[in-house]
């Protein structure tokens, strides 16, 4: 089955790097039916972290951080790749855009079970239309 390549909204939240961060954000969002279809967290250093949320339904997310008074970031878009895990996956992906001349600038795969991969994956701003063109989302 070929990959579903598809793009996606997201929003990160800035938050002191200390444990428990994550988990104060993480209830509230599953509280308010929150489906993630992504989660990324990183060290953005002086002592912050970064996590990119992907939502299914974006207006949810905004709900519930207003109610936790957690200020999101503007939207943002990325790609989110499903599909058969097999080797070489990512780089099928990967591929088309550098054949096309295009950066990507972050990227994150995992194996999901069952025989299935996911991959969130990031370009510049500038280039996420024709990013879109090439990989068929």
Do not use: H
Request: net charge negative.
């Amino acid at each position: 089955m070929a990959d579903s390549i598809r793009g996606v909204e997201y929003y990160y939240v800035t938050v002191p790097d200390a444990p428990g961060e994550g988990q104060r954000i993480l209830p509230a969002l599953q509280e308010g039916g929150v489906n993630l279809l992504a989660y990324v967290g990183f060290p953005v250093g002086g002592a912050r972290s970064q996590i990119d949320l992907v939502p299914e339904a974006p207006d949810a997310l905004k709900d519930v951080a207003e109610q936790l008074g957690t200020p999101l970031s503007e939207a943002k878009r990325a790609f989110l790749v499903q599909g058969d895990d097999r080797v070489g996956a990512v780089s099928d992906t990967t591929a088309k855009l550098a054949e096309a001349g295009i950066n990507v600038t972050a990227a994150a795969a995992t194996a999901a079970g069952s025989g299935r991969y996911g991959m969130i994956l990031w370009v510049a701003a500038a280039d996420y239309e024709r990013s879109a063109e090439v990989l068929g989302a």
